[in-house]
């Protein structure tokens, strides 16, 4: 049994009586000290929640002000609590007092070592636990020394070299177990293991529960586009899957809400956690028919979203004005390319107006290009859809969510016009989308080749965008000097079927 769970309902009350505070921002630590001699202290990180205590997360400065009294000190670090039993330690929520998993792997090796009075057990370079007895009387400056000592020892262990005052951060990779540490604290599960799958457009994480379960979390990067869209990404998912169409659906946190805002150096990051989506992307004919029946169905279900604004909208200027702008600010650009550039997307612009009021409205999922949906066989033998990865849904063109996947399928293999794989898989597309009861008119039909172009225009941009983040190597000069040549062929592709 914890240390504060072992306290009478009578110290309990005490410590929450007496708990106080005291600020002084000259050493990195928090303490929490109370009259039955508790003290609870962190390194700028989320605090480590006891049972049966009002502790709880802070983010004030830190101090490092100690009294002789409090016979014991907790400290954490991200997802490795640590409690205190006797003479050993445990990983919190273990079940064996003595063992210490993943110990080698990620708490470091143990080492324990006496100082004056007191017990000192380290785990790696932020986890630590300290426990002396309480001094008599006569013995009290003696222990205060010996807590002094111990500090100046810990401080160069948890206090890291101050950064130079010329670095500007742009992105920020947290670690797996920082983000194992944010899941369980912000949303309550109970988890054994995270690894970074990509960094991307976000940084996406695989996570594993303890009872197996499976999830991805998805720590938002700040994107050149501007404010994150998740309020409504999640907002829309669940209105989605309440219509029981296939989607994989978010996680509320602890707080109720569809993600938990983190300060990263670069600024607020948001994170999301979604269920796993089982299953491998559409390889064969009637899997990309699948696909197109269970878009036709987002798209239909979505009609009736009355949730939380879209702070985007994909029209012609968010997929290829933004762009534009992107390539105002690229090194080397020479002049001559940016105008070629600029008559490029004023030309496409103009096209999207003067057919726009013909084309179809939907909210789109904005990235089908067949890698964010998978597959699978349920229980009863039948294969089913499931759709992620809503970063870029937003109220848009239906030609523009169904000519992401030729285009997708273009620009990989490098073709100017469509094979014969990409004839069939389009014929099987097309004939699930109307089997779900979807309707797509001739003007959308006839627009497939503008909105290919300007998904192009867009992926360049979301790469151009990102310079301080990527670097030139995804977009370089002669690359971006080829582009507008490239899709020239694009226009005269008929896809209409």
Not at 63 to 76: D, E, I, M, N, V
Not at 93 to 98: A, E, K, V, W
Request: proline share 5%; glycine share 8%; charged share 25%.
């Amino acid at each position: 049994m914890a240390f504060a769970a072992r306290r009478s309902n009578e110290h309990q009350r005490a410590m929450r009586r007496d708990e106080r505070r005291h600020p002084d921002v000259s050493a990195g630590f928090t303490m929490y000290e109370t009259s039955t001699g508790l003290a609870v202290c962190r390194n700028q990180h989320p605090f480590l929640k006891l049972k049966s205590t009002r502790l709880s997360a802070k983010s004030e400065p830190v101090w490092r002000t100690w009294s002789s009294r409090p016979p014991l000190a907790y400290f954490g670090a991200p997802g490795r609590p640590v409690r205190h039993r006797g003479h050993r330690v445990r990983h919190h929520g273990q079940t064996s007092p003595d063992r210490l998993p993943l110990a080698e792997e990620q708490l470091g090796r143990s080492a324990r070592l006496r100082l004056s009075a007191c017990t000192y057990f380290r785990f790696g370079p932020n986890v630590a636990l300290l426990r002396w007895q309480q001094p008599a009387r006569s013995g009290h400056s003696s222990a205060s020394q010996s807590l002094q000592t111990y500090i100046a020892q810990f401080v160069p262990m948890t206090t890291s070299t101050p950064v130079d005052p010329g670095l500007v951060h742009s992105h920020t990779t947290a670690a797996p177990s920082s983000v194992m540490h944010w899941v369980m604290q912000h949303y309550g599960l109970k988890l054994h293991h995270c690894h970074l799958i990509r960094r991307g457009l976000n940084d996406n994480y695989a996570l594993r529960g303890l009872d197996g379960a499976r999830y991805v979390a998805r720590l938002c990067s700040i994107r050149p586009r501007g404010e994150f869209n998740i309020d409504f990404e999640t907002a829309l998912i669940e209105h989605l899957a309440a219509s029981e169409v296939g989607v994989a659906t978010p996680l509320r946190s602890l707080a109720d809400a569809g993600h938990v805002r983190l300060q990263f150096p670069e600024g607020a990051r948001a994170l999301a956690v979604f269920h796993h989506a089982d299953g491998a992307v559409p390889e064969t004919l009637d899997e990309f028919e699948l696909t197109e029946y269970t878009l036709a169905r987002i798209h239909e279900a979505s009609r009736n979203y009355d949730g939380p604004a879209s702070r985007y909208t994909l029209d012609a200027h968010h997929l290829a004005g933004k762009t534009l702008e992107y390539l105002q600010h690229y090194p080397e650009l020479q002049t001559q390319s940016l105008d070629l550039y600029r008559q490029h997307v004023h030309a496409l612009q103009e096209e999207v107006s003067a057919v726009e009021s013909c084309l179809t409205r939907v909210i789109c999922h904005g990235d089908t290009h067949g890698f964010n949906n998978h597959v699978f066989t349920d229980a009863g033998g039948a294969k089913k859809a499931v759709f992620f990865d809503f970063d870029d849904a937003g109220p848009g063109y239906l030609a523009y969510d169904l000519g992401v996947m030729p285009w997708s399928y273009l620009n990989r293999k490098m073709l100017k016009e469509p094979d014969d794989v990409l004839h069939d898989r389009w014929k099987h597309y097309l004939r699930g989308y109307r089997a779900a009861g979807g309707e797509i008119d001739k003007a959308d039909l006839e627009a497939l080749p503008l909105f290919m172009q300007l998904r192009h225009l867009w992926n360049l941009g979301e790469a151009v965008g990102r310079l301080n983040h990527w670097g030139t190597s995804m977009a370089p000069i002669d690359w971006l000097q080829k582009q507008i040549e490239r899709v020239e062929p694009w226009k005269k592709i008929d896809l209409r079927g």
